[in-house]
């Protein structure tokens, strides 16, 4: 479905189940009364440190912090289909953050999407899974925050056409699709299974943007995991419709998340880059128990996997470069020398054999990677790859993608690629349109 | 033989065209200014311009610019005539060793081309993919600016040869 | 400790074992003093010949000779000017040639911050000596006293208006004289063109293209090596079939001895393709063992070492009422020049020409001469700009990687130059360290005495014979490494700066010096002053957090050095220092100052930083130096330096640190030794230089590492509250200090 229709479908169905909603009593929540801002030393500093895991686990600061600007004051556009909302201050400040507001307020707002005066929360704010955030949790998220330094900082207005500006409108979307209590649990599993899907579910909130959304924004919940889209980038599916070449295990994830890279996977790059940054420091053991439960919901490793990818890799080029003589001489004078390099991951290039990029039906990451590259983390070992947009033009990269869809793939042709390149440059082009401009908030996000 | 054009002449060049931009300007064509760094496309020593916009000549191969205008440093100006980039560098004295330098000045100049008036943050953010192991920095940065200014007053002669 | 044993500093070096030997700072400020007494100035002492610095044709032409190598520096210009001012002649009337053994003196090598002492000395007294024959020459011919005349514009001029001009006056011998002990120098207020910003020479070429480095050298028939070097140290080949390499297009032969691999193509890439093909045909045996990186300061101090007590004040076992200890590491760091090294050789009718961008021609020469088993005098070695190097990077290893390919294939010039993981994985690294210190204080919250130990390899493994040179390494009649030496005090390699300027009434300083080399080390800018000002001037300040006072009064208060109070007083009131003051949230404030190797130049430095209390990381604001380097030649020069100094100091103390595991160094490139990129540059650096007109050069260009350092380490404690010691000071270690 193209955005412009799916905006349109949505309107329609929001206008519907409006009416539902207006009628709908627990569309009104009161107002909690202000406190004044607690001192940071009435928090207990074990229960901050613990709310400093679960914070780096929510990934809260990728939304709530504007590249460059101040931790937690908000104020990152995010795109929707419905319009762009801002991300809010959740800094102690009393003014413009949550500095005002009493523990129940923030478990309500975690718990239910209701804001400290009552008003219903976006669902941008993804309390969807929040519900399922223990309230011991939610008080050591609570600390942590109270705990952080207070900054004033009004984010911008909401960019929303009415109706959808009516925040009582939310109400009909929560009764629709807030369901607390829905973490599967299974004691036959094990404590770190059950474990990895509390966290999951709940605080990780990896469906945001994993699962594919429906037409009013929410999670399908018969496609969980199918694969999902953000911020230009596509959301590999992590069920059994995986198109990871090598299949994940447990084992594979656990390396993935904890140190970014994985042998058989490649490198976290895009959206997922800062996810694995952020739980570089969180325990082990909820990394590992994030690892379990998810390599089982992406099934059994297949064992003919493995050996399908190296075929892969062994196999000759000749029938792809016969096809495609200048998509093989770009990919041999440009990409081959690191792809095919002896030097290990995460600093030589991933065997695009192994690559979900390539093998995925949507060809968007791929493009972003290779227009954009993968830039240095400021002072840290990291992985560099240089980005190409500059030097590759529209039709050289379509003979690039169909050489490496063909060879590294072995799948049939993505379709509709002249467009695709067309957008992935675009979007790399807006991106340093953005940086020129005289402003210092920047979208997350660039390719 | 695959033809380039570099610094607004023609070349006919006798290279594989697997072979990078970089040794194409400096083995072939005798230009010094493009430098090997990494090889790898770290460090933005071999930076150039092709069709307008930085690009990292050691990670470019020939194929990918045939038939594109290439220009490098020594197609900007001389000694005698420097262009406005050129002038600044000079007159900030904004090189220690010198060796990251040229490709810094490539990219700026790709930069001032498409925003004449960027803002330090702007500068900054443009000449991250590139290594100063010198410390030079903050005349770099100076410099920059100065050729924001020359080049307003310089008025458009300034690019007479990266179109 | 067992009461010292006085041995003369020779029997130390010479011999092995745990000595230990009393070398006190009384006795290096005697030396230095007894050096300056009959010894004729700067590098005038070893190459005494005025004709050897400054030559004047009969048509007119004037060249100032130098010895030393330009690096970036600037210094190349610094001695136009002074050979210019001194001569009396426009600075665009002379040219200067640096380091050549067919051409210049033998300076040793361009290191230490030498430049302008050894060198610009020799120029400044060999110009003004110069001068003065013309005048002397003038005076005979116009039959006039010589105080009469003057001289102006490369001319002597008489009262009466004749002229005659330098051309004219000289003749063929007039500059082949001894020089003299003292010299008729210009009054400091009469300067023209020392003291000015004259723009650099060498930065027109570099901003517009021309041929700069060495990197850009185009000989005739010149053709393109590239070696391939052992995946790790000490690893043999065992088998490399070269066969198909030397029918790959372009290849005209492979330069193989012992385990030394090169190929050698028409052009440059092919070079590449080839020795990528010749890599993966090469099978090693590995052997190396090295250390756990994770745990430097217990593999060091394990080692056995060489104890010298170099430093003895008062009764180190006095005690105040309050007392500290702390320790502080350093970790192996990389010189991480840009551009990997590069020479080209050309071997003619028995003679072998290198060109190369080494820090000192005549050490390398002797090293290549003995390596190639040919007579020095058939070896010239001529220095050409390469990428900055910042002490002993792969310059030489490069120029003899060039003369070993070059002799197997003579007459044709030869251009080698490294690839990146060869520059990161192979080049002699700054050597890790660890420093101990305790101290105590009096009830007035003065030192009451003061202990420090500083473990640590040698800083310099240059040239010095062929045993140094990678190619001599790994050809099959190797050259063993030369065992390491302890550079001596005062100047020091590992105790450079381990002795402390403050005015301690009890002192004791000891240097464990470790001959065991796990890594390839060598000299790294600054030396071993960066480590132990950084863990001097952190101290200080703990000390002075201790005593509850300002850190700037803390240290005058410790100070008696007129000068050193000079740049610690001006830095601090030109950064706006005011004692006790709070910084905005998150942002630190911190000072330090050295006056470096306590005979140089005195450097001091306040940082204003920010941390980033969630994710740990730190930037340098602003930095405000002041610095005192003696008479200033070029100011300009100067501030350049001092930027740099903060700059790359910033980007060490932050970030940096070699990494490897049990076999092989594994940061082999900027992804694995991430340096500084422009989102860490500061807002502001500014410099304030004193100058000292009449005073001797102390030279720059080292002096600022140390108190960068410090000074950044101080402001992070002061943002933050925590004091970290263990280098680098990495995002991940603030945020565990602040997390914890």
Same mark, same amino acid.
């Given at each position: 479905?193209?955005?412009?229709?799916?905006?349109?479908?949505?309107?329609?169905?929001?206008?519907?189940?409006?009416?539902?909603?207006?009628?709908?009593?627990?569309?009104?929540?009161?107002?909690?009364?202000?406190?004044?801002?607690?001192?940071?030393?009435?928090?207990?500093?074990?229960?901050?440190?613990?709310?400093?895991?679960?914070?780096?686990?929510?990934?809260?600061?990728?939304?709530?912090?504007?590249?460059?600007?101040?931790?937690?004051?908000?104020?990152?556009?995010?795109?929707?289909?419905?319009?762009?909302?801002?991300?809010?201050?959740?800094?102690?400040?009393?003014?413009?953050?949550?500095?005002?507001?009493?523990?129940?307020?923030?478990?309500?707002?975690?718990?239910?999407?209701?804001?400290?005066?009552?008003?219903?929360?976006?669902?941008?704010?993804?309390?969807?899974?929040?519900?399922?955030?223990?309230?011991?949790?939610?008080?050591?998220?609570?600390?942590?925050?109270?705990?952080?330094?207070?900054?004033?900082?009004?984010?911008?207005?909401?960019?929303?056409?009415?109706?959808?500006?009516?925040?009582?409108?939310?109400?009909?979307?929560?009764?629709?699709? @807030?369901? /607390?209590?829905? +973490?599967?649990?299974?004691? !036959?599993? $094990?404590?770190?299974? =059950?474990?990895? *899907? &509390?966290?999951?579910?709940?605080?990780?909130?990896?469906?945001?943007?994993?699962?594919?959304?429906?037409? @009013?924004? /929410?999670?399908? +919940?018969?496609?969980?995991? !199918?694969? $999902?889209?953000?911020? =230009?980038?596509? *959301? &590999?599916?992590?069920?059994?419709?995986?198109?990871?070449?090598?299949?994940?295990?447990?084992?594979?994830?656990?390396?993935?998340?904890?140190?970014?890279?994985?042998?058989?996977? $490649?490198?976290?790059?895009?959206?997922? *880059?800062?996810?694995?940054?952020?739980?570089?420091?969180?325990?082990?053991?909820?990394?590992?128990?994030?690892?379990?439960?998810?390599?089982?919901?992406?099934?059994?490793?297949?064992?003919?996997?493995?050996?399908?990818?190296? *075929?892969?890799?062994?196999?000759?080029?000749?029938?792809?470069?016969?096809?495609?003589?200048?998509?093989?001489?770009?990919?041999?004078?440009?990409?081959?020398?690191?792809?095919?390099?002896?030097?290990?991951?995460?600093?030589?290039?991933?065997?695009?054999?192994?690559?979900?990029?390539?093998?995925?039906?949507?060809?968007?990451?791929?493009?972003?990677?290779?227009?954009?590259?993968?830039?240095?983390?400021?002072?840290?070992?990291?992985?560099?790859?240089?980005?190409?947009?500059?030097?590759?033009?529209?039709?050289?990269?379509?003979?690039?993608?169909?050489?490496?869809?063909?060879?590294?793939?072995?799948?049939?042709?993505?379709?509709?690629?002249?467009?695709?390149?067309?957008?992935?440059?675009?979007?790399?082009?807006?991106?340093?349109?953005?940086?020129?401009?005289?402003?210092?908030?920047?979208?997350?996000?660039?390719? | 033989?695959?033809?380039?054009?570099?610094?607004?002449?023609?070349?006919?060049?006798?290279?594989?065209?697997?072979?990078?931009?970089?040794?194409?300007?400096?083995?072939?064509?005798?230009?010094?200014?493009?430098?090997?760094?990494?090889?790898?496309?770290?460090?933005?020593?071999?930076?150039?311009?092709?069709?307008?916009?930085?690009?990292?000549?050691?990670?470019?191969?020939?194929?990918?610019?045939?038939?594109?205008?290439?220009?490098?440093?020594?197609?900007?100006?001389?000694?005698?005539?420097?262009?406005?980039?050129?002038?600044?560098?000079?007159?900030?004295?904004?090189?220690?060793?010198?060796?990251?330098?040229?490709?810094?000045?490539?990219?700026?100049?790709?930069?001032?081309?498409?925003?004449?008036?960027?803002?330090?943050?702007?500068?900054?953010?443009?000449?991250?993919?590139?290594?100063?192991?010198?410390?030079?920095?903050?005349?770099?940065?100076?410099?920059?600016?100065?050729?924001?200014?020359?080049?307003?007053?310089?008025?458009?002669?300034?690019?007479?040869?990266?179109? | 400790?067992?009461?010292?044993?006085?041995?003369?500093?020779?029997?130390?070096?010479?011999?092995?074992?745990?000595?230990?030997?009393?070398?006190?700072?009384?006795?290096?400020?005697?030396?230095?003093?007894?050096?300056?007494?009959?010894?004729?100035?700067?590098?005038?002492?070893?190459?005494?010949?005025?004709?050897?610095?400054?030559?004047?044709?009969?048509?007119?032409?004037?060249?100032?000779?130098?010895?030393?190598?330009?690096?970036?520096?600037?210094?190349?210009?610094?001695?136009?000017?002074?050979?210019?001012?001194?001569?009396?002649?426009?600075?665009?009337?002379?040219?200067?040639?640096?380091?050549?053994?067919?051409?210049?003196?033998?300076?040793?090598?361009?290191?230490?911050?030498?430049?302008?002492?050894?060198?610009?000395?020799?120029?400044?007294?060999?110009?003004?000596?110069?001068?003065?024959?013309?005048?002397?020459?003038?005076?005979?011919?116009?039959?006039?006293?010589?105080?009469?005349?003057?001289?102006?514009?490369?001319?002597?001029?008489?009262?009466?208006?004749?002229?005659?001009?330098?051309?004219?006056?000289?003749?063929?011998?007039?500059?082949?004289?001894?020089?003299?002990?003292?010299?008729?120098?210009?009054?400091?207020?009469?300067?023209?063109?020392?003291?000015?910003?004259?723009?650099?020479?060498?930065?027109?070429?570099?901003?517009?293209?021309?041929?700069?480095?060495?990197?850009?050298?185009?000989?005739?028939?010149?053709?393109?090596?590239?070696?391939?070097?052992?995946?790790?140290?000490?690893?043999?080949?065992?088998?490399?079939?070269?066969?198909?390499?030397?029918?790959?297009?372009?290849?005209?032969?492979?330069?193989?001895?012992?385990?030394?691999?090169?190929?050698?193509?028409?052009?440059?890439?092919?070079?590449?393709?080839?020795?990528?093909?010749?890599?993966?045909?090469?099978?090693?045996?590995?052997?190396?063992?090295?250390?756990?990186?994770?745990?430097?300061?217990?593999?060091?101090?394990?080692?056995?070492?060489?104890?010298?007590?170099?430093?003895?004040?008062?009764?180190?076992?006095?005690?105040?009422?309050?007392?500290?200890?702390?320790?502080?590491?350093?970790?192996?760091?990389?010189?991480?020049?840009?551009?990997?090294?590069?020479?080209?050789?050309?071997?003619?009718?028995?003679?072998?020409?290198?060109?190369?961008?080494?820090?000192?021609?005549?050490?390398?020469?002797?090293?290549?001469?003995?390596?190639?088993?040919?007579?020095?005098?058939?070896?010239?070695?001529?220095?050409?700009?390469?990428?900055?190097?910042?002490?002993?990077?792969?310059?030489?290893?490069?120029?003899?990687?060039?003369?070993?390919?070059?002799?197997?294939?003579?007459?044709?010039?030869?251009?080698?130059?490294?690839?990146?993981?060869?520059?990161?994985?192979?080049?002699?690294?700054?050597?890790?360290?660890?420093?101990?210190?305790?101290?105590?204080?009096?009830?007035?919250?003065?030192?009451?005495?003061?202990?420090?130990?500083?473990?640590?390899?040698?800083?310099?493994?240059?040239?010095?014979?062929?045993?140094?040179?990678?190619?001599?390494?790994?050809?099959?009649?190797?050259?063993?490494?030369?065992?390491?030496?302890?550079?001596?005090?005062?100047?020091?390699?590992?105790?450079?700066?381990?002795?402390?300027?403050?005015?301690?009434?009890?002192?004791?300083?000891?240097?464990?010096?470790?001959?065991?080399?796990?890594?390839?080390?060598?000299?790294?800018?600054?030396?071993?002053?960066?480590?132990?000002?950084?863990?001097?001037?952190?101290?200080?300040?703990?000390?002075?957090?201790?005593?509850?006072?300002?850190?700037?009064?803390?240290?005058?208060?410790?100070?008696?050095?007129?000068?050193?109070?000079?740049?610690?007083?001006?830095?601090?009131?030109?950064?706006?220092?005011?004692?006790?003051?709070?910084?905005?949230?998150?942002?630190?404030?911190?000072?330090?100052?050295?006056?470096?190797?306590?005979?140089?130049?005195?450097?001091?430095?306040?940082?204003?930083?920010?941390?980033?209390?969630?994710?740990?990381?730190?930037?340098?604001?602003?930095?405000?130096?002041?610095?005192?380097?003696?008479?200033?030649?070029?100011?300009?020069?100067?501030?350049?330096?001092?930027?740099?100094?903060?700059?790359?100091?910033?980007?060490?103390?932050?970030?940096?640190?070699?990494?490897?595991?049990?076999?092989?160094?594994?940061?082999?490139?900027?992804?694995?030794?991430?340096?500084?990129?422009?989102?860490?540059?500061?807002?502001?650096?500014?410099?304030?230089?004193?100058?000292?007109?009449?005073?001797?050069?102390?030279?720059?260009?080292?002096?600022?590492?140390?108190?960068?350092?410090?000074?950044?380490?101080?402001?992070?404690?002061?943002?933050?509250?925590?004091?970290?010691?263990?280098?680098?000071?990495?995002?991940?270690?603030?945020?565990?200090?602040?997390?914890?």
């Amino acid at each position: 479905m193209t955005g412009r229709r799916r905006i349109i479908t949505g309107i329609v169905a929001i206008v519907l189940v409006a009416g539902a909603a207006a009628a709908f009593a627990v569309a009104w929540r009161p107002r909690i009364a202000a406190i004044a801002p607690p001192r940071p030393d009435t928090f207990d500093p074990d229960i901050v440190k613990r709310g400093r895991d679960l914070a780096a686990i929510g990934n809260c600061n990728t939304c709530h912090t504007v590249q460059g600007g101040a931790n937690y004051a908000g104020g990152l556009p995010v795109p929707t289909p419905f319009g762009t909302i801002f991300s809010s201050n959740i800094t102690p400040d009393a003014e413009t953050g949550i500095g005002g507001w009493p523990e129940e307020a923030f478990v309500r707002a975690m718990r239910s999407g209701v804001g400290r005066d009552g008003r219903h929360l976006y669902p941008t704010f993804p309390y969807d899974h929040f519900t399922n955030v223990s309230e011991a949790d939610d008080r050591a998220l609570y600390a942590f925050l109270m705990t952080r330094q207070p900054v004033h900082a009004l984010p911008p207005a909401n960019q929303l056409a009415f109706p959808l500006n009516y925040r009582p409108l939310i109400a009909g979307w929560k009764l629709l699709y @807030l369901r /607390a209590g829905d +973490v599967p649990s299974d004691a !036959a599993k $094990g404590a770190e299974w =059950n474990r990895g *899907a &509390y966290l999951v579910e709940g605080l990780a909130h990896c469906g945001a943007c994993h699962t594919p959304r429906n037409a @009013l924004g /929410a999670e399908r +919940v018969n496609a969980q995991f !199918a694969g $999902g889209d953000v911020d =230009n980038w596509h *959301a &590999y599916a992590l069920n059994d419709s995986s198109y990871a070449p090598v299949r994940w295990t447990a084992d594979a994830l656990y390396a993935y998340l904890r140190h970014g890279w994985h042998s058989d996977h $490649g490198t976290a790059r895009g959206p997922m *880059a800062e996810v694995v940054g952020n739980l570089a420091s969180v325990p082990d053991t909820d990394v590992r128990a994030i690892a379990v439960y998810m390599a089982d919901i992406s099934g059994a490793p297949a064992p003919d996997r493995k050996p399908l990818a190296d *075929a892969v890799t062994q196999s000759t080029s000749a029938d792809a470069a016969q096809a495609n003589a200048a998509g093989a001489a770009i990919y041999a004078a440009t990409c081959a020398s690191c792809h095919e390099g002896n030097r290990a991951l995460p600093y030589g290039g991933v065997n695009l054999a192994l690559s979900t990029a390539i093998a995925s039906p949507d060809p968007r990451n791929m493009l972003n990677i290779v227009l954009s590259g993968i830039g240095a983390v400021a002072g840290e070992r990291s992985p560099i790859m240089p980005g190409f947009a500059a030097s590759i033009d529209d039709a050289q990269t379509v003979a690039l993608a169909n050489y490496l869809r063909a060879r590294f793939g072995k799948r049939p042709a993505w379709s509709d690629l002249d467009k695709a390149v067309r957008d992935a440059r675009a979007v790399q082009a807006a991106s340093l349109v953005a940086r020129d401009a005289p402003t210092d908030s920047r979208q997350r996000g660039k390719p | 033989m695959t033809m380039v054009k570099v610094n607004g002449r023609d070349h006919q060049v006798d290279a594989d065209p697997d072979t990078p931009l970089l040794y194409v300007l400096r083995d072939d064509l005798a230009l010094n200014a493009a430098k090997f760094g990494c090889g790898l496309g770290q460090c933005g020593a071999c930076t150039v311009i092709v069709d307008g916009k930085a690009v990292l000549s050691c990670v470019t191969p020939l194929l990918l610019v045939e038939g594109k205008q290439v220009t490098t440093l020594e197609g900007l100006g001389t000694v005698a005539a420097p262009a406005p980039i050129q002038r600044a560098f000079m007159e900030e004295q904004a090189a220690q060793c010198g060796y990251c330098i040229a490709g810094m000045m490539m990219r700026a100049q790709a930069l001032l081309m498409r925003n004449p008036k960027p803002s330090d943050a702007q500068i900054r953010a443009e000449l991250e993919p590139h290594l100063c192991r010198c410390g030079t920095h903050m005349r770099i940065l100076r410099a920059v600016h100065r050729a924001a200014r020359l080049m307003d007053t310089v008025d458009a002669a300034s690019d007479r040869s990266i179109r | 400790m067992t009461a010292p044993v006085v041995l003369d500093r020779r029997s130390v070096l010479a011999g092995g074992g745990a000595l230990i030997v009393s070398f006190s700072l009384r006795h290096a400020v005697a030396q230095e003093k007894a050096a300056q007494g009959p010894k004729l100035p700067g590098s005038l002492a070893t190459s005494p010949n005025l004709d050897s610095w400054i030559r004047i044709d009969a048509d007119g032409q004037i060249t100032a000779f130098t010895g030393k190598a330009e690096l970036g520096q600037g210094f190349k210009t610094a001695f136009q000017q002074i050979a210019a001012e001194q001569l009396d002649i426009p600075f665009d009337a002379l040219k200067v040639i640096t380091a050549d053994t067919k051409l210049t003196a033998n300076e040793g090598y361009t290191s230490g911050s030498h430049s302008m002492q050894d060198s610009g000395t020799a120029i400044l007294h060999a110009a003004a000596q110069a001068r003065a024959l013309l005048v002397a020459e003038a005076a005979k011919r116009f039959d006039l006293p010589p105080d009469g005349l003057r001289t102006e514009n490369a001319a002597v001029i008489a009262p009466d208006g004749r002229r005659l001009s330098y051309g004219e006056l000289v003749a063929a011998n007039m500059l082949h004289v001894q020089a003299q002990p003292t010299s008729g120098l210009k009054d400091p207020a009469s300067f023209k063109v020392m003291g000015q910003p004259v723009p650099r020479v060498d930065i027109p070429a570099k901003v517009t293209g021309g041929a700069a480095y060495v990197q850009d050298m185009r000989l005739p028939g010149m053709v393109h090596a590239r070696v391939v070097r052992p995946p790790s140290y000490g690893a043999q080949l065992i088998e490399c079939d070269t066969a198909a390499i030397e029918k790959m297009p372009g290849v005209i032969g492979i330069v193989r001895d012992g385990n030394f691999v090169a190929v050698v193509a028409e052009k440059e890439f092919l070079a590449v393709k080839a020795m990528h093909a010749l890599a993966a045909a090469a099978k090693w045996r590995e052997s190396a063992k090295l250390p756990n990186q994770h745990d430097l300061a217990g593999m060091l101090t394990a080692l056995p070492s060489q104890d010298f007590a170099i430093f003895e004040r008062g009764n180190p076992a006095v005690s105040g009422a309050t007392s500290l200890e702390a320790t502080y590491t350093r970790p192996y760091q990389s010189h991480g020049s840009i551009g990997p090294s590069c020479a080209v050789a050309h071997f003619v009718d028995g003679a072998m020409t290198v060109w190369t961008h080494t820090q000192g021609v005549y050490p390398d020469r002797q090293a290549i001469a003995e390596m190639l088993g040919m007579p020095q005098s058939s070896v010239r070695l001529i220095h050409v700009e390469g990428s900055g190097c910042y002490g002993h990077n792969g310059a030489d290893d490069a120029a003899a990687d060039a003369a070993l390919i070059a002799r197997a294939l003579p007459g044709r010039p030869i251009r080698v130059q490294w690839m990146r993981e060869q520059e990161h994985g192979w080049e002699p690294y700054g050597p890790a360290m660890v420093t101990k210190l305790s101290a105590s204080l009096d009830g007035n919250g003065k030192i009451a005495d003061w202990n420090f130990a500083v473990w640590s390899n040698t800083h310099s493994m240059r040239p010095g014979g062929a045993g140094s040179l990678l190619a001599a390494q790994h050809m099959a009649r190797s050259f063993a490494v030369p065992a390491p030496r302890p550079l001596p005090l005062p100047e020091g390699g590992g105790d450079r700066n381990a002795i402390p300027i403050y005015n301690f009434p009890n002192a004791h300083v000891t240097h464990h010096f470790i001959p065991a080399m796990p890594l390839r080390i060598s000299a790294m800018r600054a030396l071993g002053a960066y480590h132990n000002v950084f863990s001097i001037e952190s101290f200080m300040d703990e000390l002075a957090d201790l005593a509850e006072a300002d850190p700037v009064e803390f240290r005058l208060k410790h100070l008696d050095d007129q000068r050193g109070r000079a740049v610690v007083e001006k830095a601090a009131q030109e950064f706006g220092w005011k004692p006790g003051e709070r910084a905005p949230q998150n942002r630190g404030y911190g000072f330090a100052f050295a006056r470096y190797k306590n005979l140089a130049a005195y450097c001091a430095i306040a940082s204003e930083v920010e941390v980033d209390r969630e994710t740990g990381r730190a930037r340098l604001v602003r930095a405000v130096a002041a610095v005192d380097a003696g008479q200033v030649v070029n100011p300009d020069g100067i501030t350049n330096q001092i930027e740099g100094a903060i700059v790359q100091s910033t980007s060490w103390t932050l970030y940096e640190s070699v990494t490897f595991d049990e076999v092989g160094i594994t940061s082999i490139d900027w992804q694995t030794y991430p340096i500084l990129r422009f989102d860490a540059v500061p807002d502001s650096i500014s410099v304030h230089i004193i100058n000292r007109p009449g005073q001797p050069f102390l030279g720059s260009g080292e002096t600022g590492q140390g108190p960068a350092a410090a000074s950044l380490a101080n402001a992070i404690a002061h943002a933050t509250s925590k004091r970290l010691r263990n280098l680098p000071l990495s995002r991940k270690r603030i945020k565990d200090a602040i997390d914890a």
